[in-house]
């Protein structure tokens, strides 16, 4: 069973650039969650994908962007990057089943804006 | 709103010592309760979970105990490796429909000497 991968493992990026990064789910997933992770804190939610239709949305301005694939690969887009945009991005996927699913995470790819 | 609140870290133990890590959790509804592990340079991973008061989860000599009356989830250990030695996190997610996001804490960083 292949886990979540992603890439680039790491970016520079410069201010007003844009960025995709990429995520590949656990196989038999069907929802893909984003986290955006500063220095020192705790992951923070973007978004999920569900289906291929965003499912739901934390507190991210519109330049953050998604997509997911009928494949369940998923892209995170940013548009006019800023410095705090700096960031480890993790993604996590899941199977909806039950109350509770459990979100598997990749090990994030690490973006650094000058 | 949701929050997760974690001791400050970092935490140095020396091997064999016993571990706690406090997390304290604020959240409408019933969450379920997590505790997830980031090795240096590494993603996020699953460390236990618990779904209702007074479950208790366990993983690899850890243990939480779901407390709803103190709305708590500490993480416990016995006796510490040096490859314990990481970040852990503890996050509630909400149960039901509609419920997409893992809430984390800040994170404490555990150093363990031999």
């Known amino acids: 069973e292949t886990g979540v991968t992603q890439s680039p493992t790491h970016l520079i990026k410069t201010r007003g650039q844009q960025v995709t990064l990429r995520c590949s789910s656990q196989?038999?997933?069907?929802?893909v969650s984003w986290y955006q992770q500063a220095l020192g804190q705790g992951p923070q939610f973007i978004f999920q994908?569900?289906?291929?239709?965003?499912?739901g949305r934390g507190n991210f301005p519109p330049r953050f962007s998604g997509l997911q694939f009928p494949n369940y690969s998923s892209e995170l887009n940013v548009n006019a990057l800023e410095l705090d945009d700096s960031a480890l991005y993790l993604c996590?996927?899941?199977?909806?089943?039950?109350?509770?699913?459990?979100?598997?995470f990749g090990p994030g790819t690490r973006l650094t804006v000058t | 709103g949701n929050s997760v609140t974690q001791m400050e870290g970092p935490v140095t133990l020396s091997e064999e010592a016993f571990l706690t890590i406090n997390c304290t959790y604020t959240?409408?509804?019933?969450?379920?309760l997590f505790w997830y592990v980031q090795y240096p340079g590494e993603g996020l991973q699953l460390l236990l979970k618990a779904t209702k008061a007074d479950d208790k989860g366990s993983n690899k000599g850890f243990e939480a105990t779901y407390r709803k009356e103190t709305t708590s989830f500490h993480l416990e250990k016995g006796s510490v490796q040096v490859s314990d030695s990481a970040v852990y996190f503890c996050?509630?997610?909400?149960?039901?429909?509609?419920?997409?996001?893992?809430?984390f804490g800040k994170g404490t960083k555990l150093s363990v000497i031999p």
């Open positions: 196989s038999g997933h069907n929802t």
């Open positions: 996590a996927s899941s199977e909806v089943s039950g109350v509770t699913y459990e979100q598997y």
């Open positions: 959240a409408t509804g019933y969450p379920s």
């Open positions: 994908y569900y289906r291929e239709e965003e499912n």
């Open positions: 996050a509630l997610k909400l149960a039901g429909a509609g419920s997409y996001q893992l809430t």
